[in-house]
């Protein structure tokens, strides 16, 4: 059994048809034609070294997250037919995500998701080669019920209390490829609309109650299409690491520094 990698401007193939449409059922709010679509993470300088080095993707369980109303659905409490009130641990404690964003370049970005200041570098890649690199770690055909990338969707309060009715009314839990339960993960308030996330989604088998980091192994270079460091990094810094990621094996014409706060040109007015 075999799926290969769907090509710019190609359509899946090289599986059969009911595992093609399990395989398009796992992108969650995004359509074929933008399998291809640039995504981007900003991430410190020394956790990019480290995952980089040690060939490794690393997922955290969606509790670590800041904003309160993630995670909503898995942080309440089951109640089954006859009114007793269950735990929902063991669903909780199988998934891990990570977040990316569709913002090409955004001052948020930067400001947010780097401390200290100056010390961050930008990855870009593309939905379905991140869906990949997760998917493909998997003996075949596991990647089908265990990983996910879906866009998260940005909700007024009307409509995140609509969709909490729905999902308090409408049992999530006896779908078997618990994509009802992923998409629980993949809405947020319209406050934080200018993120643009897309989250890659791992469900692991068994509940993991000792560790909140799932870690995969991956090959950056395959997966990577541009890096571009901080913005506010000095010149000469920036020179260093891109001669050390070049000596890494990272093509020279795919690395470069942020021009959003460089002065512009001088403008000569005539008077």
């Known amino acids: 059994m075999s799926i290969m990698l769907r090509m710019k401007g190609e359509k899946v193939t090289g599986i059969e048809d009911w595992e093609k449409d399990l395989y398009k059922k796992n992108f969650l709010n995004i359509s074929e034609d933008q399998f291809d679509i640039p995504i981007y993470r900003v991430i410190q300088i020394e956790h990019f070294f480290s995952m980089i080095t040690e060939h490794e993707n690393v997922l955290v369980k969606p509790s670590m997250w800041d904003d309160p109303f993630e995670n909503l659905i898995l942080r309440g409490v089951g109640q089954v037919q006859n009114g007793v009130f269950a735990d929902l ?61 879906g866009r998260v969707e940005y909700l007024n309060y009307h409509e995140i209390v609509t969709r ?48 909140d980091l799932f870690r995969y192994e991956i090959d950056w270079k395959d997966l990577i299409e541009e890096i ?13 690491y891109r001669q050390i990621l070049i000596e890494l094996g990272f093509d020279r014409d795919i690395i470069s520094r942020s021009i959003l706060y460089d002065s512009p040109p001088l403008l000569v007015i005539k008077i």
Not at 97 to 105: A, S, V
Not at 228 to 240: A, G, K, L, Q, T
Request: hydrophobic letters at 35%.
């Open 164 to 211: 909490l009715e729905y999902y308090r009314d409408n049992s999530i839990f006896t779908d078997l490829s618990t994509r009802k339960i992923v998409k629980t993960l993949l809405f947020k308030r319209d406050a934080f609309k200018h993120e643009r996330e897309v989250r890659l989604i791992y469900e692991k088998e068994y509940p993991d109650y000792s560790n």
């Open 89 to 149: 641990d063991e669903i909780r404690e199988i998934f891990y995500g990570q977040c990316w964003t569709l913002e090409r370049e955004s001052d948020a970005i930067w400001r947010l998701y780097v401390e200290p200041e100056n010390d961050g570098i930008k990855i870009k890649t593309t939905i379905q080669k991140l869906f990949h690199s997760l998917y493909d770690f998997f003996p075949e055909p596991q990647g089908l019920v265990r990983a996910f990338i």
């Open 228 to 240: 571009e460091f901080d913005p506010r990094m000095e010149v000469e810094i920036y020179e260093e």
